[in-house]
């Protein structure tokens, strides 16, 4: 099998990404559109105004209002816990209902980069159909983890080669017969979330010790169909993913 140019593919994305990103002055606040899409297949934005300790980055409200809109209580004690950690471990905060950054000019991409990765990561997680909001997707899979005995490090952040950090939901330490691995739990696979998590691991793997691998456990319950060209994808990009329906076939090399 030929080598894939790995630093080409990476190098096209970032391409990709850049010409689809826009950008428009709003009353003296930028206005950044993102080609990542919501539920309803519109644009996520982030806004950037200047402030006397340097700059502000807000999603304006949008994340959370539109899932209040949606019907989604959020002020539940255990929703309200989720967020919180969803937040913290981005270094996002809500402020009167907004996802907030504050930052510099130096560190404008890694701030714009995590509040896009909070406001992807709360869109995702809360959005589940109704009968699993109360049993989300990535819980279950930690519950999986540990009923087999299998050794993690939960809400993992590992720095690329651009300097960026991407949170991993579960890292696997290496063991005698196996490497370090890392995991994240898919709830919903689309094009945007598998673009995402590709360009995490080209960006990260390097970066890590010899054979690391990385899993993408992906949910196919409730009468989800899978694309196969996106397992594919993620296959191409050294991506192992692994159908929650199959997760007990996958026990015995996660475990060792």
């Known amino acids: 099998m030929p080598t894939l140019p790995c630093d080409e ?5 970032m391409r990709w990404l850049r010409q689809r990103i826009t950008v428009a002055d709003v009353g003296g606040v930028c ?8 539920r309803h297949n519109d644009h996520f934005q982030i806004y950037v105004r200047r402030t006397a300790q340097g700059l502000l980055l807000t999603d304006d409200g949008y994340t959370l209002s539109d899932l209040a809109i949606s019907g989604l209580d959020l002020r539940t004690e255990r929703r309200q816990e989720l967020l919180r950690t969803i937040l913290a471990g981005l270094g996002v905060r809500e402020e009167k209902g907004e996802l907030v950054v504050e930052t510099n000019d130096a560190d404008f991409p890694r701030g714009k980069h995590n509040l896009l990765q909070a ?11 109704p009968p699993r909001v109360a049993r989300l997707f990535r819980e279950d899979v930690e519950r999986f983890l540990a009923a087999h005995e299998i050794r993690f490090t939960p809400q993992v952040h590992l720095v690329g080669k ?14 005698r017969d196996r490497p370090e691995r890392a995991v994240r739990a898919i709830n919903v696979l689309d094009r945007q979330t598998a673009g995402f998590l590709i360009f995490a691991w080209s960006d990260t793997r ?10 993408a456990i992906v949910n196919d319950t409730d009468s989800r169909e899978l694309r196969p060209e996106l397992l594919e994808a993620l296959r191409a990009y050294e991506v192992r993913p692994v159908k929650w329906s199959e997760r007990d076939r996958h026990v015995e090399e996660l475990a060792q």
Do not use: K
Request: charged share 20%; net charge negative; aromatic share 12%.
């Open 162 to 175: 651009s300097g960026l950090s991407h949170r991993f939901d579960f890292v696997i330490p290496a063991s």
């Open 206 to 215: 390097d970066r890590r010790p010899p054979r690391s691998q990385l899993y």
């Open 9 to 13: 593919l990476v190098d096209s994305y």
């Open 31 to 38: 206005e950044i559109t993102t080609p990542f899409l919501d």
């Open 119 to 129: 406001m992807l990561a709360v869109n995702d997680l809360f959005v589940a159909a």
